[in-house]
């Protein structure tokens, strides 16, 4: 009844929100897209996506649509593995940032395991400025991290908006520095923070560093300071800084796939793991996560 073509397709526009983003994703034209979406609605006889000249959204018929495509096209690719008689074996070195260890990313990693028990699945979790490196430097297969600023590199995961996030009981004193909560350099959202507060001329003071996002997380809710963060990733107990502290926009941010050299025993793995990540992007956030962004909007 559902085409799996037109099932990548709406996965693909649900985790962008844009047909044009999509569409270059999946190496198609803008319109074939647009015939897929809308091939998938009919099939279905209810609108999935309510768009207009300036924003696609998800309706609630398109949530529902989200469990159902990613199960449908689960058991479809099962069916092609078994009858195809391919078991992918090899190293894969994965380097995930530091921003999905809380999401539900294990449960993508947990069902690769399952499905291709013959790979050596090594994970390495840094800062997203770290991993590009180590992308480059040949020590990883296959990276999820944040893109730097004008990097065209990677197959889009997720779009979205860098916040300030901190104590719900934090105040800002406007006549003091700002005190940050920050990654170590090569940090991209601490580059991009400092950039932002250095663009506005706000003073700055750094409360606190580490390269752990937990650590991060208890020194923000102890009221350290104020940290940088994606909107759609915000930890549980954080909140948006209200607009009225009056910080700086921080732009947007893109996290994407970067595979490496393309070492050949690695090559099918993480063809594999990213396939895996591309059709789960949707569920790459914390759970609860979108409540917590509705709930700090009013604040």
């Known amino acids: 009844m559902y085409d799996p073509s037109q099932l990548r397709t709406f996965l693909a526009v649900s985790q962008t929100l844009s047909f044009t983003r999509a569409a270059r994703r999946l190496g198609l034209r803008q319109s074939t897209v647009s015939q897929h979406v809308r091939r998938l609605e009919d099939a279905a006889g209810r609108r999935l996506f ?75 979790v840094e800062l997203s400025g770290t991993l590009h490196e180590m992308l480059a430097a040949g020590k990883l297969d296959l990276v999820l991290a944040k893109r730097r600023p004008q990097d065209p590199r990677g197959e889009l995961v997720r779009h979205d908006r860098l916040v300030w996030i901190g104590s719900e009981r934090l105040r800002l004193d406007p006549d003091r520095p700002v005190p940050l909560i920050v990654y170590p350099p090569p940090g991209i959202t601490r580059a991009l923070a400092l950039e932002a507060l250095e663009r506005q001329g706000r003073p700055w003071r750094i409360a606190c560093t580490s390269g752990s996002l937990n650590g991060l997380i208890a020194a923000a809710r102890a009221g350290l300071g104020v940290m940088a963060h994606s909107r759609g990733l915000v930890p549980p107990g954080l909140f948006r800084v209200p607009e009225r502290a009056g910080l700086p926009e921080l732009g947007e941010v893109d996290f994407v796939l970067v595979h490496g050299r393309r070492r050949p025993s690695a090559r099918g793995p993480a063809d594999a793991l990213a396939a895996a990540v591309l059709g789960g992007g949707d569920h790459l956030r914390r759970d609860g996560g979108s409540a917590l962004v509705r709930a700090a909007d009013t604040v």
Do not use: K, N
């Open 50 to 124: 309510s768009r207009d000249t300036h924003s696609v959204q998800l309706t609630e018929d398109g949530e529902v649509m989200l469990g159902f495509a990613r199960r449908i096209l689960d058991v479809h690719e099962q069916a092609s593995a078994y009858f195809a008689g391919t078991r992918l074996r090899g190293r894969l070195r994965f380097g995930a940032s530091e921003d999905f260890v809380l999401t539900r990313l294990t449960e993508i990693l947990e069902g690769f395991r399952h499905d291709h028990p013959e790979v050596d699945l090594e994970l390495t």
